[in-house]
């Protein structure tokens, strides 16, 4: 029986991976190079530092930066994404999610955000979602980001439940790939293209119904 659920913030509790794109986006045109939806594709999940990365090498520009301009570019990045998070309001919760964790909670789930994002605890507080996880980890203390499987096995160790009882609920490739190799249950929300390895799938995040994924997990004989 599943005893945990691990959530991604950005793109799975709310819109903040549109933020993140518009602030690469920016970034780009600053620096001569289109960031396209496939390419922000790639970046979803990422760290601020390899989605930068990631951003040069499109344009095989990462050798002509020193590790200080790298720096620049990435608090940059976060100037521009900040000034948006800023109007994040509760409203701002994505569809289904609160109905989904008030279920979770009532029938003693444990709940844990498993977010890559360094601005996590700023965005929960914003949306009124401060006391919603049970646990949130904390980005900077993880040493390998998605897709390495320790954002979600970080949770799990935190209340010590076994990785099979686990349930992560990701929007990007990167996220899902953590999910797989952690060995927990890996629930998709988004387009099949990039999610087409999680365990389940949904469309958008008001198609995330708990029986539904209950069920996925018990016919998968997780
Ligand atoms: C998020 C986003 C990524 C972003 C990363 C780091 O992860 O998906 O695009 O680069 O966090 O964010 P920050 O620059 O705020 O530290 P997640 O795991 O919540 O999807
Ligand atoms: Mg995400």
Same mark, same amino acid.
């Given at each position: 029986?599943?005893?945990?659920?691990?959530?991604?913030?950005?793109?799975?509790?709310?819109?903040?991976?549109?933020?993140?794109?518009? *602030? %690469?986006?920016? &970034?780009?045109?600053?620096?001569?190079?289109?960031?396209?939806?496939?390419? !922000?594709?790639?970046?979803? @999940?990422?760290?601020?530092?390899?989605?930068? =990365?990631?951003?040069?090498?499109?344009?095989?520009?990462?050798?002509?930066?020193?590790?200080?301009?790298?720096?620049? %570019? #990435?608090?940059?990045? !976060? /100037? &521009?994404?900040?000034?948006? &998070?800023?109007?994040?309001?509760?409203?701002?919760?994505?569809?289904?999610?609160?109905?989904?964790?008030?279920?979770?909670?009532?029938?003693?789930?444990?709940? *844990?955000?498993?977010? #890559?994002?360094? =601005? #996590?605890?700023?965005?929960?507080?914003?949306? @009124?979602?401060?006391?919603?996880?049970?646990? $949130?980890?904390? *980005?900077?203390?993880?040493?390998?980001?998605?897709?390495?499987?320790?954002?979600? +096995? !970080?949770?799990?160790?935190?209340?010590?439940?076994?990785?099979?009882?686990? &349930?992560?609920?990701?929007?990007?490739? /990167? @996220?899902?790939?953590?999910?797989?190799? *952690?060995?927990?249950?890996? $629930?998709?929300?988004?387009?099949?293209?990039?999610?087409?390895? /999680? !365990?389940?799938?949904?469309?958008? +995040?008001?198609?995330?119904?708990?029986?539904?994924?209950?069920?996925?997990?018990?016919?998968?004989? %997780?």
């Amino acid at each position: 029986k599943p005893q945990l659920f691990i959530f991604d913030l950005d793109g799975v509790i709310t819109d903040t991976a549109e933020f993140h794109y518009l *602030a %690469w986006r920016k &970034i780009g045109e600053e620096l001569g190079i289109v960031v396209d939806r496939a390419l !922000n594709e790639r970046l979803k @999940g990422v760290s601020r530092m390899e989605s930068l =990365n990631r951003v040069l090498a499109a344009a095989s520009q990462a050798k002509e930066m020193t590790e200080h301009e790298k720096e620049q %570019w #990435a608090s940059k990045k !976060n /100037a &521009i994404y900040q000034q948006l &998070i800023d109007t994040i309001k509760p409203s701002d919760v994505l569809p289904g999610i609160s109905e989904l964790i008030r279920e979770l909670k009532e029938r003693q789930f444990k709940l *844990a955000l498993g977010s #890559a994002s360094r =601005n #996590a605890t700023f965005v929960l507080d914003k949306l @009124g979602l401060q006391d919603a996880f049970d646990y $949130v980890v904390d *980005a900077s203390k993880i040493r390998f980001g998605k897709p390495h499987p320790e954002t979600f +096995t !970080n949770a799990a160790d935190y209340f010590s439940i076994p990785y099979h009882a686990c &349930i992560g609920v990701e929007d990007s490739e /990167a @996220g899902i790939e953590a999910i797989n190799s *952690a060995g927990m249950f890996s $629930v998709g929300v988004g387009c099949l293209d990039a999610l087409h390895q /999680a !365990n389940y799938i949904v469309s958008d +995040t008001s198609q995330l119904k708990l029986d539904r994924i209950v069920e996925a997990y018990r016919l998968a004989a %997780w």
